[in-house]
């Protein structure tokens, strides 16, 4: 069997490399995005849940320097990967990847994920359903792409390692919207809820969803977030929070109702 090929890419103008498959799922802006949800002044354990090469934990050591990152993936490449990332940035004392299926606690628990520990948990989950879309024979693409199990039980398995008052933080479809809200349920407070509108006059491609565990603030909803001017130009928002690690998306997430 070949070697796959492996891309070396920059992300935050150059200042993190990230080593990645060329073919099959890569990090883009999804992953800027979901790391843009990382409050700066966050402590201990921050895990990023489906984290295939490690691009948002990665983004999300630059974003909150006084927080451990823990990378959570079950494919044994993106593994591999997410180690020499680590390496390759010198964050060696900060990250650690857990090689493990999030669905299965014995799995987590195997891998050293201790429920009830986290901070913050990032998640980018898979976004279609088996039966909703062809599935590619790429096996590792396919997992990043098409979930094995209903989201609720992504979120559940998720939200079983983040503390009480912990910040869960999750990009998904916009149209999948219903589905999020219905697999969240009243497992979140606080909910806050941003769509990402690829232009200003497009629809919502993605929502950003950021919510805390045991709150019982009330949901709300955000202006759009727009990536693009109509000549297909970043808006200077999508370009700060691509280039400026001290950003986030919601600039007073600490200040939830």
Request: aromatic share 4%; charged share 20%.
């Amino acid at each position: 069997m070949r070697n796959p090929e492996i891309t070396y890419d920059s992300l935050l103008g150059g200042r993190l490399r990230l080593r990645q498959l060329a073919s099959g799922h890569r990090a883009g802006t999804d992953a800027l995005l979901l790391a843009a949800l990382t409050p700066p002044d966050t402590r201990g354990m921050v895990l990023d849940v489906g984290a295939g090469a490690g691009a948002v934990g990665l983004v999300a050591a630059f974003r909150a320097p006084c927080a451990h990152i823990g990378l959570v993936e079950i494919d044994k490449m993106a593994c591999a990967l997410a180690r020499d990332n680590i390496q390759a940035n010198a964050l060696e004392a900060r990250l650690s990847v857990y090689q493990a299926d999030i669905l299965a606690p014995a799995s987590r628990r195997a891998a050293g994920l201790v429920d009830e520990q986290a901070a913050l948990v990032l998640t980018n989950p898979p976004f279609f359903d088996a039966g909703s879309v062809r599935v590619t024979p790429d096996s590792a693409r396919a997992r990043a792409h098409v979930a094995a199990a209903p989201l609720a039980d992504w979120l559940r398995a998720s939200l079983a390692l983040l503390a009480p008052g912990g910040v869960f933080a999750m990009i998904h479809r916009a149209d999948a919207l219903a589905d999020c809200l219905g697999s969240i349920g009243r497992r979140l407070g606080s909910l806050r809820i941003r769509p990402v509108q690829p232009r200003v006059d497009s629809p919502a491609s993605r929502v950003l969803f950021y919510g805390v565990k045991g709150s019982k603030g009330p949901l709300r909803l955000e202006a759009p977030l727009v990536l693009h001017e109509r000549d297909g130009r970043f808006t200077p928002e999508a370009m700060r929070l691509a280039l400026d690690a001290s950003l986030t998306i919601f600039p007073d997430d600490r200040n939830l109702a």
